[in-house]
């Protein structure tokens, strides 16, 4: 047990369990722990940081799902795993006594995205592009571009709570002249011009709306609209209303990749009686 010095009492930690969000170090008392990653696996791994207050050192520790690791004389066991998408998670440790029985986890495990690259795309073609479209793309997009040239996934996906699905036959739009249904510059004929202004690049048509990214310079969000809002007259004052629809859901389009998620029908909710006066209109997601 640590102490406080010659003839004081012992530190201990003042809780016996807790929740470590991504980014975030938590304090127990007489240390505080941080999650550096985390590997949905199998098997379950995760790489917790100890950061005792009485010591310049932080000893990392790599554990799997139910194996322990100290804390400052203590034991504390790696309890359970809630992942959301790649980059929101939640790591669950445990204080434990010796040969302490391991409670069963009931986190949730992110599944990756199942997605097929089409492939690269060099600087030549991507200024290519950008001329096409007359407009610079976002850098994080840019750069997802060059490395994947749009890509199709191999399921429907979605990101929870989010009213939209990304199909097979709708995939991430890249440079594919010779067939313009996957094409970027031809998607913003058919599927911008006639709702948004050019200071959008439509990125997708999957299920229930566009997603789409900024041409103005300095905005790598992702934004979502949807297909419901997408009514009215072509032309700047219906688009200037269409575009106060846009939702960000993604802060950039790694982050798009990873809050995707393979659908399965196990994953969704099951059927509810909703009373009277409930709003059931889909695009009300922000609000759950």
Not at 9 to 25: A, D, G, K, M, Q
Not at 117 to 143: I, M
Not at 158 to 175: K, Y
Not at 234 to 246: H, N, V
């Amino acid at each position: 047990m640590p102490t406080t010095g010659q003839g004081e009492e012992p530190l201990r930690s003042f809780t016996e369990i807790t929740s470590i969000p991504n980014n975030v170090p938590v304090d127990i008392g007489h240390a505080r722990l941080g999650v550096r990653w985390v590997d949905a696996g199998p098997p379950v791994r995760a790489e917790i940081i100890v950061m005792p207050h009485r010591s310049e050192e932080s000893p990392h520790h790599e554990v799997t799902l139910g194996e322990t690791f100290p804390v400052d004389g203590e034991t504390w066991r790696f309890a359970d795993l809630d992942m959301s998408s790649a980059d929101e998670w939640e790591v669950t440790v445990r204080r434990v006594d010796e040969n302490e029985v391991m409670e069963p986890p009931n986190g949730r495990l992110w599944k990756p995205a199942r997605l097929r690259p089409y492939g690269q795309l060099d600087e030549t073609q991507l200024q290519s592009v950008e001329a096409a479209l007359g407009a610079r793309l976002p850098q994080q997009y840019r750069d997802w571009l060059s490395r994947n040239n749009g890509a199709q996934p191999e399921v429907e996906h979605h990101i929870p709570g989010v009213p939209f699905t990304l199909l097979p036959e709708r995939p991430l739009f890249g440079v594919h002249p010779q067939y313009p249904p996957f094409d970027l510059v031809q998607a913003q004929r058919v599927h911008r011009d006639p709702w948004l202004s050019p200071a959008w690049l439509v990125i997708a048509n999957p299920s229930g709306g566009l997603l789409v990214v900024s041409a103005q310079t300095g905005d790598e969000n992702v934004y979502f609209v949807h297909e419901l809002d997408l009514v009215g007259p072509p032309g700047p004052p219906a688009s200037a209303a269409r575009e106060r629809k846009l939702r960000a859901v993604a802060w950039s389009m790694y982050e798009l990749i990873g809050r995707l998620t393979p659908m399965e029908l196990d994953q969704l909710p099951p059927a509810q009686i909703l009373p009277p006066g409930t709003s059931t209109d889909p695009r009300n997601y922000q609000d759950g």
